[in-house]
């Protein structure tokens, strides 16, 4: 809405199983801790 391009990222990690989606802006994560998103395999990018 405020016409930046930024990006919605769904990840998974594999043991124990768990999923997380996260925002990046400018390959920047947002909101998120990008230390906590690290362990999370990229499974989409929208």
């Known amino acids: 809405m405020a016409g930046v391009p930024a990006d ?6 594999r043991f124990p199983f768990q999923a997380h ?3 990046e802006c400018a390959g920047r994560v947002v909101f ?15």
Do not use: K, N, Q
């Open 8 to 13: 919605h990222v769904i990840g998974v990690r």
């Open 21 to 23: 989606a996260w925002v």
């Open 32 to 46: 998120d801790s990008p230390h906590f998103v690290r362990c999370y395999t990229e499974l989409a990018r929208m």
